[in-house]
């Protein structure tokens, strides 16, 4: 992989098949797979369709074709995030995570110049979630994992994820943030749409949020997190988070430094879709902190990334950045 050449961080796999729900039918919402032909397939969960996916989902064939068409270099694979099933207990859930990390492994390793791994850990159980961060490290040789947004209903600021937070600093893994389940998404039913459209960046930015007020940066100043989607409605409602911080000292001191500031140490991707929001991104909210995504291969995916990146990289300052080194400090690729 050319070290100047695109790094898309944000792209999921889901494997050609999964482990048998391991209770013969007690676990709801167990992802399984149903195979149409040899290029399409359906995502279960339990017992109802999730979503439709094809081919490119698990060969690498044929995703190295589309990045060879995108002028994308490398991609960073994670789970489909519905994958992550915060929701079914610890244990299960665990064997789930490690049988879906084993399938990225094998896609990196049989290709390394093309694809880095990000893998999954049972974050429901935070102690249990910190331990399998160093499988993810040492048997599976991943960057890093994905997380959602919240887990079961909680942000990420509360400090009963400070266990996995903490292996994630020691073992020096990348965190990428993954809208998931949105906590407004139970008010949205009338309008479905708006849950993907409107409801994720939402969440996104809200547990951003939540890691900056809760001070997850002050308690872990080298953990390296990123999130989709450019972090969500996030650089909005900076402004007003910088606001507060002024007016309340700090919220009575317990931020030492402005939401700003922190916000500047997050890592963000490019797929926000509109070349202004993204320049304003690199140049005002998190200068070198930009790496590009695409969501590849969903519906909803940046398509051109190249083109896309390129109309922003080259009129911004530091845009040069978007293309790699960014991706590379975010994943650890530069470390000796």
């Not at 694979?77 to 859930?93: G, R, V």
């Amino acid at each position: 992989m050319l070290m100047d050449g695109l790094i898309d961080v944000h792209s999921h796999i889901v494997p050609r098949d999964l482990p048998a729900e391991p209770t013969a039918g007690g676990i709801d919402k167990w992802p399984c797979i149903q195979c149409h032909s040899a290029t399409a397939a359906t995502v279960l969960m339990g017992r109802k369709p999730f979503r439709e996916i094809d081919e490119r989902s698990w060969d690498i064939q044929r995703r190295i074709a589309d990045m060879d068409r995108d002028g994308v270099s490398a991609q960073v694979l994670s789970p489909m995030p519905e994958l992550l099933s915060y929701w079914i207990d610890a244990a299960p859930a665990t064997e789930l995570a490690r049988f879906i990390n084993g399938a990225i492994a094998e896609m990196v390793a049989k290709r390394p110049d093309r694809f880095h791994g990000l893998g999954s850990v049972p974050l429901q159980d935070p102690e249990r979630a910190a331990a399998e961060l160093l499988l993810v490290k040492e048997r599976f040789g991943l960057s890093g994992v994905e997380i959602g947004s919240n887990i079961n209903g909680r942000y990420l600021g509360d400090r009963r994820f400070d266990p996995f937070f903490a292996a994630a600093q020691e073992l020096d893994l990348a965190v990428f943030v993954h809208a998931l389940h949105p906590l407004q998404a139970p008010h949205l039913t009338a309008s479905p749409a708006l849950v993907a459209l409107a409801a994720f960046p939402v969440d996104t930015a809200l547990c951003a949020a939540s890691l900056i007020m809760d001070g997850v940066l002050e308690r872990f100043p080298r953990l390296r997190i990123g999130f989709s989607h450019g972090g969500g409605v996030l650089a909005p409602i900076l402004h007003r988070m910088e606001n507060g911080w002024h007016r309340m000292r700090g919220f009575d001191g317990k931020l030492p430094q402005s939401p700003k500031a922190y916000a500047a140490r997050f890592f963000y991707d490019s797929l926000v879709y509109d070349a202004h929001y993204l320049a304003h991104l690199v140049t005002d909210v998190a200068p070198g902190q930009v790496f590009a995504g695409t969501d590849y291969p969903y519906l909803i995916e940046q398509r051109d990334p190249a083109a896309f990146i390129a109309g922003v990289a080259d009129r911004v300052a530091g845009g040069a950045t978007l293309w790699s080194s960014a991706a590379r400090r975010f994943l650890g690729l530069d470390v000796a």
